[in-house]
């Protein structure tokens, strides 16, 4: 699977956009960009994921440049429940493929 | 709606001793997978399956099996337990050909004194 690099930590006032980069210089043709979080100690929980177009659901939208090597998850409008780490995974979509979970950016929601 | 369920939800064992975790998928998924999470550390894969055939394999020990049911219900079974097995054990699930979302489950938090 190809590797992803994201910030250790982000900070976001309440109520304003979240925006969490992640960097995938050699994602492959067929592999997918996933959004995952964790709240503390809580089931891993999946946010979103694409694989060359923009997508957009009712927890977050996913921007991924047109060369795919890197993406953006926003959240359009952080609440304090949102304070999580933020996991950015590539890989296949076929049955059976594990996630590797990276570090991770720890996004911190201030009031 | 019905999410993943994982029993029990906390367990304590001791060194050497055995324990199993079950895991309930969301109803009509087909492929069930395992991660172990240590203290201060992000989910690392142990093992999958897909229509009760293991799939994947990760970085599972020796001490460690699993199983998928007819019933795609999956059960991790550890023996010889360490110190070092203590952790959050997370069961997720997925329908094999919708692309590859896992959906998981809370966990069970063994701890091994």
């Known amino acids: 699977d190809a590797k992803t690099t994201q910030p250790t930590s982000m900070d976001c006032a309440e109520g304003r956009a979240a925006n969490l980069p992640c960097n995938h210089s050699?994602?492959?043709?067929?592999?997918?960009v996933y959004w995952y979080r964790q709240i503390h100690s809580q089931g891993p929980q999946y946010i979103i994921h694409?694989?060359?177009n923009n997508e957009t659901n009712e927890m977050a939208s996913l921007i991924i440049t047109e060369d795919r090597k890197s993406s953006t998850l926003i959240l359009p409008h952080a609440t304090l429940r949102d304070t999580a780490v933020y996991y950015c995974?590539?890989?296949?979509?076929?049955?059976?493929?594990?996630?590797?979970f990276g570090p991770g950016t720890r996004l911190s929601v201030l009031p | 709606a019905a999410g993943v369920i994982q029993s029990p939800r906390h367990l304590i064992k001791e060194k050497r001793e055995t324990a199993t975790l079950k895991c309930y998928p969301i109803?009509?998924?087909?492929?069930v997978y395992w991660y172990q999470q240590g203290p201060g550390q992000d989910p690392q894969f142990l093992i999958s399956?897909?229509?009760?055939?293991?799939?994947d394999k990760g970085s599972i020990p020796d001490r460690f099996s699993a199983q998928q049911f007819s019933d795609y219900h999956s059960e991790l079974n550890m023996s010889s337990l360490e110190l070092g097995d203590s952790a959050l054990y997370f069961c997720?699930?997925?329908?094999?050909?919708?692309?590859?979302?896992?959906?998981f489950g809370p966990g069970t938090r063994l701890t091994v004194t």
């Open positions: 050699t994602i492959s043709g067929n592999e997918y």
């Open positions: 399956f897909y229509e009760k055939m293991q799939s």
């Open positions: 997720a699930s997925s329908l094999g050909d919708r692309g590859g979302e896992q959906y």
């Open positions: 109803p009509r998924h087909d492929t």
């Open positions: 995974i590539v890989r296949v979509a076929t049955y059976g493929q594990n996630f590797v």
């Open positions: 694409g694989l060359k």
